[in-house]
């Protein structure tokens, strides 16, 4: 099945700092990839939705300002928390689909990161 | 409310039991549907879709019901290995393909 890896795996960060995370599809072009945040406890949230070369799309309550992704290559997406605090400290998971633009395509998951702001 | 609601959990159930989850959606737009597995501090995999017909993998059968908006999943012979958060999932075709989950009813299976 198709691949997609999630870096790093886990972070710590003072608070105020930013993170990137990067999401790759490593054995398919994808050409819509999504962003989900996870608390402990609760279930996946879609934070925004990514097309490769234009600009996200946010879900409601989520910070574009905040939360910048980019997503300029058919492999490559990255997620960025600019000055995070404590309360952005959650389970970050993006997934990719292929394809053409279509909606009825599987969604892969990437593995995960795990943010910790202190 | 909530577009996709779960059993409240956690199931506690021994070995060889049979287990049932419920789940219903609030959209009924909703166009496809699924159960995901999520085991602790890992990402969401997907379990199997829900076809209107029922579809049966195995040891797991899952049912969905477009009229009263109702999906479920049945486990029969429970293994420990089971031991995980079901997460019950809907597919927003209309809405560029977003996938949105319930928050997961979490099943432990002891010896």
């Known amino acids: 099945g198709a691949v997609v890896s999630q870096h790093p795996s886990w972070v710590i960060c003072k608070s105020g700092t930013s993170v990137k995370i990067e999401c790759r599809s490593l054995?398919?072009?994808?050409?819509?990839m999504f962003w989900y945040r996870q608390f402990p406890k609760q279930s996946l949230m879609l934070m925004a939705t990514s097309n490769e070369g234009s600009k996200a799309t946010y879900e409601q309550g989520v910070e574009k300002d905040k939360f910048l992704i980019n997503h300029a290559s058919l492999t490559l997406s990255t997620l960025t928390v600019t000055s995070a605090h404590p309360e952005d400290s959650s389970f970050y998971i993006c997934s990719a689909r292929g394809g053409e633009r279509g909606v009825e395509g599987t969604q892969y998951f990437g593995p995960g990161t795990r943010l910790t702001v202190l | 409310r909530k577009e996709v609601e779960q059993d409240p959990g956690p199931f506690n159930v021994p070995e060889g039991a049979t287990v049932a989850f419920n789940c219903t959606y609030s959209?009924?737009?909703?166009?496809?549907f699924f159960w995901y597995r999520q085991d602790c501090r890992k990402e969401p995999k997907l379990l199997m879709s829900v076809y209107s017909s029922g579809n049966e993998d195995g040891r797991f059968t899952a049912q969905l019901n477009r009229a009263s908006q109702y999906i479920s999943l049945l486990i029969r012979d429970s293994k420990l290995s089971d031991s995980a958060t079901y997460l019950c999932?809907?597919?927003?075709?209309?809405?560029?393909?977003?996938?949105?989950f319930g928050q997961g009813t979490e099943l432990s299976v002891k010896p």
């Open positions: 999932v809907v597919n927003m075709n209309n809405q560029g393909g977003k996938l949105i």
């Open positions: 959209n009924s737009a909703s166009q496809s």
């Open positions: 054995d398919f072009q994808a050409t819509t």
